[in-house]
């Protein structure tokens, strides 16, 4: 019962904490990305990885699991809120709309690393406090 914005998709593949928390509580509860934040990840995943030094397929091929793990939200489930998400988002980050949208559709908070989200009507949920929201929607 999270959306999950494109950069903690990104930081499940090179960190540990991110995955550790997603494979720890899949199995309680959903999580959920449009499909645009898997397109973002897959496009900037091999230039971070490249800049650490990794290798990109193994890391790619993480991110690909990631869908056994995250349920993408196709464009027709958020789209019907793009103009509301687009709204709250203005003078911010409007790109971030499809993550916005798909949360206000589906009426789940959102876990991301991008302060664009705060104050935006729903709650947001970084990755150093999310286990707080996960400890007590599974308990």
Do not use: H
């Not at 464009?75 to 709309?97: G, H, I, K, S, V």
């Not at 949360?103 to 908070?109: D, I, N, R, S, V």
């Not at 009507?121 to 286990?131: K, L």
Request: net charge negative; proline share 6%; charged share 25%.
């Amino acid at each position: 019962m999270l959306v999950l914005d494109a950069n903690i998709l990104i930081r499940a593949v090179p960190g540990t904490r991110v995955l550790w928390l997603l494979r720890t509580y899949a199995d309680r509860l959903e999580y959920v990305a449009p499909d645009s934040a898997f397109r973002e990840a897959r496009e900037k995943l091999p230039v971070i990885l490249e800049r650490r030094a990794m290798p990109v397929a193994p890391g790619l091929a993480t991110l690909g699991a990631l869908s056994e793990l995250v349920r993408t939200a196709e464009f027709e489930t958020y789209a019907p809120m793009e103009a509301l998400a687009r709204q709250r988002l203005a003078r911010r980050d409007e790109d971030d709309w499809p993550i916005l949208a798909c949360a206000l559709a589906l009426g789940y908070p959102i876990w991301t690393e991008d302060t664009d989200f705060f104050g935006c009507g729903v709650a947001t949920w970084t990755t150093d406090r999310v286990e707080l929201y996960l400890a007590g929607v599974v308990s």
